[in-house]
């Protein structure tokens, strides 16, 4: 079993306004189609050799134009329950998140918790989450956070650095977190954060197509030894479980001819085939 912690459900581009798709062009040059399905996902998997299981989210940010309901991803994976996991999305900023929280749990079975400090615009370790902490760590919910870079014009940069989750991290250490993307471009920072906290991770979404930087992420992540600390993530329909593991495993080909350091490749395998399941306590 291979676990895919990032993936997305939405109906694109009705859960997106005209803004946030135009910014968007700046991640490829052009519109990208981000219409998922989970037909679409299954068949870019075809490499991976064994059954893979996904986390699925939406997303929920006012301030940046996507807002995804959460029984739309409910009703998503509700048709694909062996192979997918369902995450509620939270916009701290808006009135109801609280009932939202709740609802997502006890009524939709959302078994985790996907927020977007940068896009919606909030600091997740601001003492007006402090409820979302204390409720995710006491229901054993993960809470998957965008940390890095975006295209967003009026996404402040500032509150997506994997820092802050240190302070989230010394207050609520109970809560399992994974930080999104490693963090790009600040992976120094999330590493120094998953290496200090036990129950703190990140995965490697979205990485795949900056080859020689996802090659100098990765070889952080080897010097601080915390490869156990990271999770197989694609973040489709951005991209996709066949391009990201022929990337991932094509990097120490690029060094083919040079003295740089090898990705020691048992390792990378181990992260790829990691049981997040049992890890994050879902599925």
Same mark, same amino acid.
């Given at each position: 079993m291979i676990y895919d912690v990032h993936s997305h459900a939405w109906r694109y581009p009705d859960h997106f306004n005209d803004t946030f798709r135009e910014q968007a062009i700046r991640m490829r040059g052009y519109e990208l189609d981000m219409t998922p399905s989970y037909e679409g996902y299954l068949s870019s998997a075809q490499t991976a050799g064994q059954p893979v299981k996904t986390v699925v989210f939406g997303g929920k940010a006012r301030l940046s134009g996507l807002w995804t309901p959460d029984r739309y991803v409910a009703a998503y994976c509700a048709a694909h329950p062996d192979q997918t996991i369902p995450f509620m999305s939270l916009d701290p900023t808006q009135d109801g998140w609280r009932e939202e929280m709740i609802e997502g749990r006890e009524h939709l079975d959302m078994q985790g918790i996907k927020l977007l400090p940068m896009y919606a615009g909030f600091y997740p370790q601001a003492s007006e989450l402090d409820d979302l902490w204390r409720y995710a760590s006491r229901y054993e919910l993960p809470v998957l956070l965008h940390t890095g870079t975006t295209f967003v014009d009026q996404a402040p940069l500032d509150c997506t650095l994997p820092r802050h989750l240190d302070a989230v991290a010394i207050r609520f250490p109970e809560c399992r977190i994974i930080m999104a993307h490693l963090g790009h471009p600040y992976e120094g920072e999330t590493v120094a954060v998953i290496r200090k906290h036990p129950n703190v991770y990140a995965d490697i979404s979205a990485l795949h197509y900056r080859p020689f930087q996802f090659y100098h992420s990765l070889m952080l992540v080897q010097e601080y030894g915390v490869w156990n600390k990271l999770f197989f993530g694609t973040d489709y329909p951005?991209?996709?479980?066949?391009?990201?593991?022929?990337?991932?495993?094509?990097?120490?080909?690029?060094? &083919?001819?040079? @003295?740089?350091?090898?990705?020691? &490749? &048992? &390792?990378?395998?181990?992260?790829?085939? @990691?049981?997040?399941g049992e890890i994050l306590g879902i599925g």
């Open positions: 951005v991209t996709t479980v066949d391009d990201t593991l022929r990337d991932l495993r094509g990097l120490n080909a690029m060094l &083919e001819g040079t @003295r740089l350091p090898r990705l020691d &490749e &048992e &390792e990378m395998e181990g992260m790829i085939h @990691r049981d997040a």
